[in-house]
């Protein structure tokens, strides 16, 4: 299975951009349906995006809907997530996730098998 590895985390001011990446080891990574979620310090971990194997779809959580753009490069083993207009309630560590489950089953129930280790956003003046 692949490995994932987040990165471009940091601070940000409220309005600002952040692009988040996450590298997948391994020579499957085009084969698994894609995810990103987020946990603030001290709450439960929430959906934020996903995007199918092949990158024909996108879905997206109701807080970041229009603000954030998840996207991959399969030839790269990468996922992104774009953030504009970033607000502090969407400070947290995000984690990007893969599955081998079916895309509708992804997507409903949010179940991936493999997590990456985080990388930390605050969005703060």
């Known amino acids: 299975q692949v490995q994932l590895v987040e990165s471009g985390g940091g601070l940000v001011q409220p309005g600002g951009s952040l692009r988040l990446s996450c590298s997948a080891s391994?020579?499957?990574?085009?084969?698994?349906?894609m995810g990103w979620f987020r946990q603030p310090l001290g709450k439960e971990r929430k959906f934020v995006a996903a995007?199918?194997?092949?990158?024909?779809?996108?879905y997206y959580g109701a807080s970041v809907e229009g603000r954030f753009t998840i996207s991959r490069d399969n030839a790269k083993n990468t996922l992104y997530l774009q953030m504009n207009s970033l607000k502090p309630e969407d400070t947290g560590v995000y984690y990007c996730?893969?599955?081998?489950?079916?895309?509708?089953?992804?997507?409903?129930?949010?179940?991936?098998?493999?997590w990456g280790q985080g990388t930390l956003v605050t969005v703060s003046s």
């Open positions: 995007i199918s194997w092949s990158g024909g779809s996108t």
């Open positions: 391994g020579r499957t990574f085009s084969t698994y349906n």
């Open positions: 996730a893969a599955s081998r489950l079916d895309t509708v089953v992804v997507v409903t129930t949010h179940r991936f098998e493999v």
